[in-house]
């Protein structure tokens, strides 16, 4: 019995020498001062072109020349009455699901038939540019009828009243009904801390996330550093297994004061996503500020760069980071537009409808009002024609239907969405 004593003592004195374990509380990235609320003061800058002009790494970088091959196409408009449409996807028998930014979805029935608003969404901030910004459907939908809703919401604790950009942009997984009237059982699987992003599941079937940061006139890019800084999820497209986890191979496993989400980073407003049909690669557009909009094709563990580098101006006309374009160990953009064009969702045609589009990529502009075509030779832009520009309209989507026509989506309370058909 003694023994047994002296034992436990000797178990007792070896636990109290041993230095205390605490509690690991994930660290929360504190955003800078948000932005003055609306009325406080007038915003400094404009989103005018200045004549800013820089030079490309490489020739057609920019303004490639207009494609010698095109097709003639005619417009069919195919549903109406969208108001504030953001992003759509095609389900496996053909409808569409619409993601409208206010906090709506609904879905479109193969004859452009526009349903009600679904049930059971989260509470969504949806003020400004904020709001839902995507309803994707699982790959294996017809199975599980998962949805993956990207939303911004309001942070707990948060002050009143909201200043400009308040919300978080949130990632949740989710279901719908058999009878397709509700989303169920709603759970958020990524806090991206972003002010808005998109997400796309990848081949291998983790999640793509694009998180950004805070932009707009007023707002300048010294402000902002977190795209550089791997211990924010904020300025960085983030790779996620479907139920939150982290995947073993993401490019910051293990790292030390990194986030283990992070997938590439140094990016500023990513709108567009888009997987590239033969290489699996995420490619995604990034608003620019005045000036500078791009076309990424995303690399593991990349660094592209903002606000290093770039090839915009703040809004005041000041240069960012003494006008600098190329930097050692950070990515160039395929393609960027000066003036802006304000890109925002792209698909690859794969379609048999156009021989002639085989291949191109199309991006959707909202300041340029017009469908970019833009004619690829591996990852470098080889053409570029602008489509639907008599239509005067703000674009906001496109995407490759399964009868091989393409779908665009017009953006604003009074949007429809168009269908593509050769002429």
């Not at 800078?32 to 915003?43: F, H, I, V």
């Not at 400004?128 to 309001?154: C, E, H, I, K, S």
Request: proline fraction near 9%; include cysteine.
């Amino acid at each position: 019995m003694r023994d047994v004593v002296r034992a436990a003592l000797v178990v007792l004195i070896c636990a109290l020498s041993l230095p205390v374990a605490r509690a690991q509380v994930p660290r929360v990235i504190p955003r800078p001062p948000p932005s003055p609320a609306r009325g406080s003061a007038p915003e400094q800058g404009s989103i005018a072109t200045d004549g800013y002009a820089p030079i490309p790494a490489w020739a057609g970088q920019t303004r490639a020349p207009r494609p010698a091959a095109a097709a003639a196409y005619e417009i069919q408009t195919f549903a109406t009455d969208l108001a504030g449409g953001f992003s759509f996807h095609f389900l496996p028998d053909g409808r569409i699901i619409l993601a409208e930014r206010p906090g709506r979805v609904k879905i479109i029935a193969k004859d452009g038939r526009v349903s009600e608003a679904l049930r059971g969404l989260p509470s969504i901030w949806a003020r400004g540019p904020q709001g839902l910004v995507d309803a994707l459907p699982d790959r294996d939908f017809a199975r599980n009828r998962v949805l993956y809703l990207a939303y911004t919401m309001r942070p707990e604790g948060a002050v009143e009243p909201p200043p400009r950009l308040a919300g978080l942009l949130a990632v949740a997984r989710a279901r719908l009904s058999a009878d397709d009237r509700t989303i169920e059982d709603v759970k958020v699987v990524l806090n991206a801390e972003g002010a808005g992003g998109r997400v796309i599941q990848a081949p291998d079937g983790t999640l793509l996330v694009t998180s950004s940061v805070p932009a707009g006139v007023g707002i300048d890019s010294t402000d902002w550093p977190q795209p550089q800084q791997l211990d924010s999820l904020m300025g960085k497209v983030l790779r996620i297994n479907t139920d939150g986890s982290v995947p073993r191979d993401n490019p910051f496993v293990g790292r030390a004061g990194a986030r283990p989400e992070i997938y590439a980073y140094g990016f500023r407003d990513d709108a567009g996503v888009a997987i590239h049909p033969q290489t699996g690669k995420l490619w995604v557009t990034e608003h620019g500020p005045k000036g500078g909009d791009e076309i990424n094709a995303v690399d593991k563990g990349g660094n592209y760069g903002f606000p290093i580098i770039g090839y915009g101006h703040e809004y005041n006309g000041k240069p960012i980071n003494h006008d600098k374009t190329v930097e050692a160990g950070m990515e160039q953009p395929v393609y960027f537009w000066t003036p802006d064009i304000a890109p925002s969702g792209m698909t690859f045609y794969t379609g048999k409808l156009f021989p002639a589009w085989q291949g191109n990529l199309f991006v959707a502009a909202l300041a340029g009002k017009h469908l970019s075509r833009l004619v690829l030779k591996g990852e470098r832009v080889v053409g570029e024609e602008r489509l639907l520009v008599s239509l005067d309209s703000r674009i906001r989507d496109v995407q490759q239907g399964p009868d091989g026509a393409l779908y665009v989506l017009v953006d604003g309370n009074a949007g429809k969405m168009l269908k593509l058909l050769p002429k």
